[in-house]
């Protein structure tokens, strides 16, 4: 049976129905500072915590609540005589519900407020409370969210009381809140690449309805923290986005970002099935098409300018699951909403990710981003490049970037028209690249060649110049084929293995 309430909160969104719902109950309801003030505002009795604890807050209300009567008051179990012996000796009445939510430290960290300030939202008398009672929740009910309000007041309507159950899940979202606000101020505070323990904030964002696989659950979560492209972004159309989706979204957005240029990639399967820079929004989306027509088709296309009514025209005659630009014209939108179900996404935030991680199986891997295209650019053969064919080449290992290893891009006049990866070794994708292209000019490699077979295959098809990291005891081997089939070839010094 509730009798004593103890509610303080900084998002006072649902409070006065659940604080008239108590007061109809008779409960007690003790409060501090504004929520105290809002509460009677609202014509709903309180006691102030001053008026219970016999002392004022202070230090600006840093020191509220972080005192003896009201700690006693929350951690007392009612099953143990000697602690209600306590209560009873000191004058302390038990809390039977504690209803905190916290400073807003993930939104404000965020803005533009000075250091000290983002300090001040760094709550210690909140996370005491609720931790406090989810310690004790078999006689404490503690509610940090909003949306379980309703449901505590139906329990309680019900069933006089609320379920050891409920007190179990509740105190449960205590620490997995407090996990993430914590962890947000370690990393807001340490600022370390590769701290000792590594603290990750998230927040479900949504359910989805599978994983990878139909058989497979799955839901999206994000960074309580900082503007993210996958988190920011602005669905204008379509079914909720997937599993496969979103992972698609990402790379596609990532790859397409890599040029200043008017650019479009092409994604399927998580890796580029075409990518090409053009004089318009329009050019780039047709050269991007033409890569590969069979792969794009119910694929991901993404832009980096925003999508005019041509080229929706122009999109809107294939199947595809995800168009993603900076943004729409209306009429272009009109277009491609014609197809109820495609998704439409608005997003106006490049990628700004610093490092990257995978789960394995009791660990997780963590690394920076691949950020850094190249190292040198050391011509080692003796023809050199051509200034169109260099341009051809940094394009080339920029797709590359985004192509499962073992990578080869093969390109002509800035479209990528051979691509080929995601193989046990580097001569069959070469192969399938090639083959695809028919007349590319450039070549780009993601590793070293190991042999001179990748340059005697590119000599068949009349490759102009090639571009790869280096580092192979036996380049020498390669360098030497170029020379004798007259192709230009690059070392940069940095492979894009992406496994």
Known sequence: MIKRALISVYNKDGLLELAQFLKDKGVEIISTGGTYKYLIENKIPATEISKVTGFPEMLDGRVKTLHPIIHAGILARRDVKEHMDTLKE???????????????????????????????????????????A????KDVIVLTDVNDYSGIIED??????VDFSVRRKLAGKVFNLMSAYDASISNFLLEEEYPEYLSLSYKKSSS??????????????????????M?????????????????????????????????????????????AIG????????????????????????????????????????????????????????????????????????????????????????????????????????????????????????????????????????????IGGGQVNRIWPTCQALERAKDGVVLASDAFFPFNDVVKEAA?????????????????????????????MIFTGIRHFKH
């Open 90 to 132: 000191k004058n302390i009445t038990p809390i039977d519900m504690v209803v905190v939510n916290l400073y807003p430290f993930f939104d404000k960290v965020e803005t533009d407020i000075s250091f000290d300030e983002k300090v001040e939202f760094i709550d210690i008398g909140g996370p005491t409370m609720i931790r406090a």
């Open 134 to 137: 989810a310690k004790n929740f």
């Open 156 to 161: 309680i309507n019900k069933n006089g009381d």
């Open 208 to 229: 989805l309805r599978y994983g990878e696989n139909p058989h497979q659950s799955a839901a999206y979560y994000v960074s309580t923290t900082g503007k993210a492209p």
């Open 231 to 275: 988190k920011d972004f602005k669905q204008l159309n379509g079914k909720e986005l997937s599993y496969n989706n979103i992972k698609d979204m990402d790379i596609a957005w990532r790859a397409v970002n890599e040029f200043e240029d008017i650019a479009c990639v092409g994604v399927k399967h998580n890796s580029p099935c075409g990518a």
């Open 279 to 418: 004089d318009s929004v329009f050019d780039a989306y047709i050269k991007a098409y033409e890569c590969d027509e069979t792969s794009i088709f119910g694929g991901i296309v993404a832009l980096n300018r925003k999508v005019d009514k041509k080229t929706a025209e122009e999109i809107h005659k294939i199947f595809l699951e995800i168009v993603i630009a900076p943004d729409f014209d209306d009429d272009a939108l009109e277009i491609l909403k014609q197809k109820k179900n495609i998704r439409i996404i608005k997003c106006d935030v490049k990628p700004n990710t610093s490092f990257e991680m995978a789960k394995v199986d009791g660990g997780i891997l963590l690394q920076s981003t691949d950020n850094k295209l190249t190292d040198k650019m050391d011509v080692v053969t003796d023809k050199k490049p051509t200034d169109d064919e260099l341009k051809n080449l940094i394009f080339a290992m920029k797709v590359c970037k985004y192509v499962k290893s073992n990578a080869i891009v093969v390109v002509k006049d800035f479209k990528a028209i051979g």
């Open 460 to 488: 068949k098809y009349g490759i102009k110049s090639i571009i790869q990291p280096g580092g192979s005891i036996r380049d020498k081997d390669s360098i030497e084929e170029c020379n004798k089939n007259g192709i230009s």
